[in-house]
Nanobody, 118 residues
Framework: VQLQASGGGLVQAGGSLRLSCTAS???????MGWFRQAPGKEREFVAA???????LYADSVKGRFTLSRDNAKNTVYLQMNSLKPEDTAVYYC??????????????WGQGTQVTVSS
């Protein structure tokens, strides 16, 4: 499975960005997740979505971020609204088995930078 993430950039606090992640290869019913890593910090879970469309969010982004997927296109979309400076990080998409939630991801994309200015 190969993952290609895109959509990062620079935005002012309160603004929005949409990240995309397209999977190729053997992608049958994978759970897709997003993680982020800020400078000097450990990588943390952001959100995940199962093949069925059910989604899980970290408390820090709940109500601001929305994760959706288009299974026909093997693509997931992370809509990020009301962005805060603390959302600044490199965002990584990941793919894992149907049982994956905040862990158990086997495949990782290359990361895309999100910078939120105050």
């Amino acid at each position: 499975v190969q993952l290609q993430a895109s959509g990062g950039g620079l935005v002012q606090a309160g603004g929005s960005l949409r990240l995309s992640c397209t999977a190729s290869g053997r992608t049958f019913r994978y759970t897709m997740g997003w993680f982020r890593q800020a400078p000097g910090k450990e990588r943390e879970f952001v959100a995940a979505i199962r093949w069925s469309g059910s989604a899980l969010y970290a408390d820090s982004v709940k109500g601001r971020f929305t994760l959706s997927r288009d299974n026909a296109k093997n693509t997931v979309y992370l809509q990020m609204n009301s962005l805060k400076p603390e959302d600044t990080a490199v965002y990584y998409c990941a793919a894992g088995p149907t049982s994956a939630t905040t862990t158990q991801y086997d495949y990782w994309g290359q990361g895309t930078q999100v910078t939120v200015s105050s």
